[in-house]
């Protein structure tokens, strides 16, 4: 069921988008699930709904992110109050931290946060991500980074997560966990499990206990701008892959848990 800021059905194109969006941020959920990126009932990924409020659609505390299912989503305001009627409530953690990024970034579509072992294990780490392969340098010199805080239930902290995000698209928060962002929830989760890959890799390639190899920094930039799309010093390009990749990711809901959209 969809619902505007005052509780009444939402009609129109609105009806459509939310419903969309509905669809889609439960598939990335069951996708989390699938990758084991989960954390027990906790963490969120969340969406933005159409229209000049900042309403967001959240799962409700409790579930676990394989029961998430498009009905399930309940709908929040920037105040942190469920418009959505039930018996569920909002994890108040969870609303500070994404109420503060989406109210900051009119591209934050979708934000999506982890806690998984290997995110927390480079989140630990004082250098942060390293341009050690192909998948990190993605998000070479675009990572935020914040400092831990505790555990996020105080508004003040809100101001800071923002500053430290800037205008990247992934922030690493310290002893903590991973965040992204997305015009899209395809593109989060796309970006989650591409910087989780990286993490992996990260905590392998140190626990090796070899000399590390990194590309030199103009190498770093330009992969970097050829994930972005800037093909100017290339002879091919391909600006349809994250398309495909969401499109097969859809598929693998579809065959996995196809009650996703219930």
Same mark, same amino acid.
């Given at each position: 069921?969809t @619902?505007?800021?005052? #509780?009444?059905?939402?009609t /129109?194109?609105h009806?459509?988008?939310?419903?969309?969006?509905r669809?889609?941020?439960?598939?990335?959920?069951?996708?989390?699930?699938?990758? *084991?990126?989960t954390?027990?009932?906790?963490?969120?990924?969340?969406?933005?709904?159409p229209g000049p409020?900042?309403?967001?659609?959240?799962?409700?505390? /409790?579930?676990?992110?394989?029961?998430i299912?498009a009905s399930?989503?309940v709908?929040? +305001?920037l105040?942190?109050?469920l418009?959505?009627?039930?018996?569920w409530?909002?994890?108040?953690?969870?609303?500070?931290?994404?109420?503060?990024?989406?109210?900051?970034r009119?591209d934050?579509? =979708? @934000?999506?946060?982890t806690?998984?072992?290997? #995110? =927390?294990a480079?989140?630990? &780490?004082e250098?942060?991500?390293?341009p050690l392969?192909?998948?990190?340098? $993605?998000?070479?010199n675009?990572? #935020?980074y914040?400092d831990?805080? +505790?555990?996020?239930?105080?508004?003040?902290e809100? *101001?800071?997560? @923002?500053?430290d995000l /800037?205008?990247?698209?992934?922030?690493i928060?310290?002893?903590? #966990?991973l965040?992204?962002? +997305?015009?899209?929830? /395809?593109?989060?989760?796309?970006?989650?499990?591409?910087?989780?890959?990286a993490? &992996?890799? &990260?905590?392998?390639?140190?626990a +090796?206990?070899?000399?590390l190899?990194?590309?030199?920094?103009?190498? =770093?930039?330009?992969?970097?701008?050829q994930f972005e799309g800037?093909?100017?010093?290339?002879?091919?390009?391909?600006?349809?892959?994250p398309?495909?990749?969401?499109?097969?990711m859809?598929?693998?809901? $579809?065959?996995?848990?196809?009650?996703? *959209?219930?």
């Amino acid at each position: 069921m969809t @619902v505007t800021e005052l #509780g009444k059905p939402a009609t /129109g194109d609105h009806a459509a988008e939310e419903a969309r969006l509905r669809r889609e941020l439960a598939a990335v959920y069951r996708l989390i699930a699938h990758f *084991k990126m989960t954390d027990l009932i906790y963490n969120h990924i969340s969406v933005r709904l159409p229209g000049p409020e900042h309403r967001f659609l959240l799962n409700p505390y /409790g579930l676990l992110y394989e029961e998430i299912t498009a009905s399930s989503l309940v709908i929040v +305001g920037l105040d942190g109050q469920l418009i959505t009627d039930g018996p569920w409530r909002v994890n108040p953690a969870g609303f500070v931290i994404h109420s503060a990024i989406h109210e900051a970034r009119e591209d934050a579509l =979708c @934000v999506l946060h982890t806690h998984t072992k290997a #995110g =927390c294990a480079v989140a630990a &780490q004082e250098h942060g991500l390293l341009p050690l392969n192909q998948m990190s340098l $993605e998000f070479y010199n675009r990572v #935020g980074y914040h400092d831990y805080e +505790g555990i996020a239930l105080s508004n003040a902290e809100k *101001k800071r997560l @923002v500053a430290d995000l /800037g205008d990247k698209p992934v922030m690493i928060l310290r002893n903590h #966990g991973l965040l992204t962002i +997305g015009t899209t929830p /395809g593109q989060a989760f796309r970006r989650m499990f591409y910087l989780e890959r990286a993490c &992996q890799i &990260q905590a392998d390639a140190l626990a +090796g206990g070899a000399a590390l190899v990194t590309p030199p920094p103009e190498v =770093c930039e330009r992969t970097a701008r050829q994930f972005e799309g800037d093909h100017s010093d290339d002879d091919f390009g391909d600006a349809t892959a994250p398309d495909l990749v969401w499109d097969a990711m859809l598929r693998l809901v $579809e065959r996995i848990a196809p009650d996703y *959209k219930d």
